[in-house]
């Protein structure tokens, strides 16, 4: 008797925690980051250096801000197939109008944030207005900024200001040295965390990627929700231009190419669904977190970076998997 | 609000509503009249103007012609958040609840409690505490059972998300609530679950419309029945004076109670 209570107790004790475990949000990808830190670790030591972990920092920040963007419209059931390509148009557009066209350099900046805002303005009233489903938005409008950027500037713009590079720059922190730029991110991340679970924008947001008509029932402005989000994630993609200009110190009209898949994977294995409704913020940081260990993992140990990219792969059909299952039995 | 009405006094009153759609006419010169406190179910075969009659009741649509009466003033709706701003909630078969969310937050789905001041007119935050604790008093004023109001919808059966979409509407409601064939999508157990419900909302002195093709349920639930036909109110009759093969006889044209 006094053995099987015994038995009972620590069986409970065992799977409760677990269990609880498991449905926090995020819990997942976390320890898919943790494991493969401890995998590049065990296979090269340089990994764990704060240096490294500084450097991954700034090679994924850029990214990272995308993906916020992505966050918000796959939140609401769309995807974002410009982004990569339309950043880059607005970052061709920040440095060539201040090197070259002699434009004040943080005007010209504005205006990079503009085009880029409005290139989600017009993939909003595309999606709202016309009914077209946003996978065929954007891409038709990735194909309008790539045509837009080449007519815009084939070469490379080097020389820029010293404000253009701002978020290049450096601070000490903990004895090693970050640059602005990847602790800006951070700061982005809390505030969009804190929006969506917070406020009631946040919450329309989740609601029109959850029940579309039942959100509409309910009286919420479900066409503005989508176009806010649409400009809102512009907004993001435009800092992620500008902290793109700062790490690689120049307006390069061939970046950003595979930008659009790589923030769509960073938000997949963050666990948001692509069936909209569910998600967060803190996964896709993870999510993103993820992409750039792997890089810079698989670069540090020498592996072949195909690797990358086919583990990448792997971990991104495991996450959509996942969330199939998940959501079948949800609704 | 209930104290103005005297009893003889419709809460809810239309007069001569005209709905065409092209040739078809759906309104004919459509009557009604809903009195405080009562459950009237609204039957009549298809095409009888049932559902054109409920969408201009809850704002969904703008019949031709025709006056419509709250509290005995003349109004107008222009869209179903119209109606809602003055008082009217309805409550579809197609469970209007977002799966993912939790249960308060479906009961304030569109109509967040903010925090006072600033942070809340201008920054939009949300006031949960508030919004958690006024959803557990409801829920419990109506006697709906429910293990944590912070648990996803989706892991609720169809009847409790339906019954969630009952006590939302019957939580913003001042003055009706439209129920427009709330058990269609359910089960027999899953609908006896939302008729409790619907009592529950009744006996709190709301007035209720209630829409459904399931003659036994409008026979145990309403205290009128009018009945539609032919783009008309063709009558209203209480359900312990006719059995209810008198009311689908008079529903179909085979007896006339005039």
């Known amino acids: ?331 | 609000m209930a104290e103005q009405n005297n009893k003889d006094q419709p809460v809810f009153e239309a007069r001569s509503l005209v709905k065409h759609y092209g040739h078809v006419v759906a309104l004919d010169g459509t009557d009604f009249e809903l009195y405080p406190g009562e459950i009237l179910a609204v039957i009549g075969d298809n095409g009888a103007g049932k559902s054109t009659l409920i969408k201009a009741l809850s704002g969904a649509l703008q019949p031709d012609s025709g006056e419509i009466f709250l509290n005995g003033q003349r109004i107008h709706f222009s869209s179903p958040s119209d109606a809602r701003h003055q008082g009217i909630e309805t409550v579809y078969q197609t469970l209007a609840v977002a799966p993912s969310m939790n249960i308060y937050e479906n009961l304030f789905l569109g109509r967040e409690v903010r925090r006072p001041g600033v942070v809340g007119s201008v920054f939009r935050l949300l006031d949960k505490k508030r919004m958690l604790q006024e959803a557990t008093t409801h829920m419990q004023h109506l006697k709906f059972a429910i293990q944590s109001m912070t648990q996803p919808v989706s892991t609720l059966s169809g009847g409790q998300r339906q019954g969630v979409a009952v006590a939302r509407s019957a939580a913003f409601a001042k003055n009706v609530v439209i129920m427009d064939e709330p058990t269609a999508a359910l089960g027999v157990k899953e609908s006896g679950m939302v008729i409790e419900l619907i009592h529950n909302v009744r006996a709190r002195g709301l007035p209720v419309i209630f829409i459904s093709h399931n003659m036994p349920q409008v026979w145990e639930l309403a205290d009128r029945i009018h009945i539609q036909r032919l783009g008309k109110r063709i009558a209203v009759i209480k359900p312990n004076e006719y059995t209810m093969s008198d009311g689908v006889a008079i529903m179909t044209g085979a007896m006339d109670v005039r």
């Open chain 1, 1 to 331: 008797m006094a053995t099987l209570t015994k038995k009972e107790f620590s069986l409970n004790s065992i799977v409760i925690p677990v269990r609880r475990l498991i449905s926090i949000p995020s819990i997942g990808p976390f320890l898919a980051l943790l494991v493969a830190g401890a995998f590049f670790y065990t296979q090269n030591e340089r990994f764990i250096q704060p240096t490294n972990f500084s450097l991954i920092l700034q090679q994924t920040s850029w990214i990272a801000a995308l993906a916020i963007g992505q966050t918000l419209v796959i939140l609401t059931g769309g995807i974002d197939l410009s982004n990569g390509l339309v950043m880059a148009l607005g970052t061709v557009i920040m440095t060539k109008m201040a090197v070259v066209n002699g434009v004040d350099p943080v005007l010209a900046i504005v205006m990079g944030f503009v085009v880029i805002m409005a290139f989600g303005l017009l993939n909003g009233l595309l999606v709202t207005q016309l009914k077209l489903p946003p996978f065929i938005v954007t891409l038709g409008t990735l194909n309008i900024a790539f045509a837009l950027t080449r007519l815009y500037s084939t070469a490379t713009i080097t020389g820029l200001p010293p404000i253009q590079r701002i978020f290049g720059e450096r601070v000490d922190l903990l004895g090693t040295s970050f640059t602005y730029g990847s602790l800006f991110v951070f700061v982005l991340y809390a505030v969009m965390w804190f929006v969506l679970r917070e406020t009631a924008f946040g919450r329309h947001v989740y609601a029109v990627g959850d029940d579309r008509e039942a959100a509409r029932l309910m009286g919420i402005p479900v066409n503005r929700v989508l176009v806010q989000v649409y400009v809102l994630a512009g907004f993001f993609y435009a800092i992620g231009g500008w902290l793109l200009i700062g790490r690689i110190g120049s307006g390069d009209p061939n970046a950003g190419q595979t930008a659009n898949l790589d923030s769509i994977t960073a938000v997949v294995i963050g666990g948001t669904s692509l069936f909209g409704g569910r998600g967060n913020m803190l996964g896709t940081l993870v999510g993103a977190l993820i992409v750039g260990v792997f890089i810079n993992g698989l670069q540090i140990t020498g592996v072949d970076p195909l690797f990358q990219r086919l583990i990448t792969g792997v971990l991104v059909i495991l996450a959509v998997t996942f969330d199939q299952a998940v959501s079948k039995k949800a609704r």
